[in-house]
């Protein structure tokens, strides 16, 4: 177990929580919370989980989750060290003006070359690197990697959309992650699916302004809404219902009862 890991196990343990309370108060699934204890990293679907998780369970121990996240992301993902360069290279005699001479033709040919593909190419509205057009026949920037410095408002167990994005649909994803679930999907009046799902089986549900799900084994299932991670939603063998609708350009969850 190294430094981080050790960090947050004992914090908890200072505090007199076992997993099972701090998964019931961060509503982070156990197998993540003892992966974060012993740094078994390649546990997480992908760095946005991982960020979310840990700064969310450093944040409940009361912890720094800033200089723990930092500590965590140096041992991850390293950054070259570039060296420096010296301040000057003593060349002598013919050598160093051969050296010049060969440098200042190098520079003119990258000049020229590169003066002729931007006139001859760069500048043309048909010319080459005139890839803005994309599937449907719009354009655009090139869009932002997923994992760019995303909010952890998966871990929160809340689901979010960038800032600034206009919201008018939904789309639920429901995963059985251990044994079997119970599940009831409906929009409006419309019953969308029924029925018993086993481990490693999903269901998509696309293209909703509203939506409500019932779960009879909540503690077995994970779900996403418009690719936000919910959370562990409740325990195994315990009975979840949720709605959620689109509002003003936003998702929000309504009280939802059962049926």
């Given at each position: 177990?190294?430094?981080?890991?050790?960090?947050?196990?004992?914090?908890r343990l200072e505090k007199g929580l076992e997993i099972h309370d701090v998964e019931k108060n961060t509503k982070i699934r156990r197998k993540y919370l003892e992966a974060m204890e012993n740094e078994e990293w390649d546990v997480f679907p992908?760095?946005?989980?991982?960020?979310?998780?840990?700064?969310?369970?450093?944040?409940?121990?009361?912890?720094?989750?800033?200089e723990l996240l930092k500590i965590m992301e140096e041992t991850l993902y390293p950054e070259s060290q570039s060296q420096p360069l010296p301040a000057s290279i003593e060349l002598s005699g013919?050598?160093?003006?051969?050296?010049?001479?060969?440098?200042?033709?190098l520079a003119i040919i990258l000049l020229v070359s590169f003066q002729y593909v931007y006139v001859n190419y760069l500048s043309h509205p048909h010319g080459m690197g005139n890839n803005t057009e994309i599937a449907g026949g719009k354009s655009g920037a090139p869009q932002a990697a997923?994992?760019?410095?995303?909010?952890?408002?998966?871990a929160e167990g809340q689901p979010e959309e960038p800032a600034g994005k206009p919201v008018d649909r939904l789309k639920l994803v429901i995963k059985v992650v251990d044994y079997k679930c119970w599940v009831s999907?409906?929009?409006?009046?419309?019953?969308?699916?029924?029925?018993?799902?086993?481990?490693?089986?999903e269901k998509t549900?696309?293209?909703l302004t509203q939506v409500y799900f019932a779960l009879?084994?909540?503690g077995d299932v994970e779900v996403y809404i418009n690719d936000n991670?919910?959370?562990?939603?409740?325990?195994?063998g315990e009975p979840v219902y949720k709605r959620y609708v689109v509002e003003n350009n936003e998702i929000k969850e309504v009280k939802a009862s059962n049926g």
């Open positions: 177990m190294g430094r981080i890991g050790e960090t947050l196990r004992l914090a992908g760095r946005v989980y991982l960020k979310g998780f840990f700064k969310t369970y450093a944040r409940f121990l009361g912890l720094d989750e800033n013919k050598q160093s003006k051969r050296t010049t001479v060969l440098l200042g033709i997923p994992d760019s410095e995303a909010d952890n408002g998966a999907v409906k929009s409006g009046a419309n019953l969308l699916f029924e029925g018993t799902l086993t481990k490693g089986e549900f696309e293209d009879g084994n909540s991670y919910l959370g562990v939603l409740g325990k195994k």
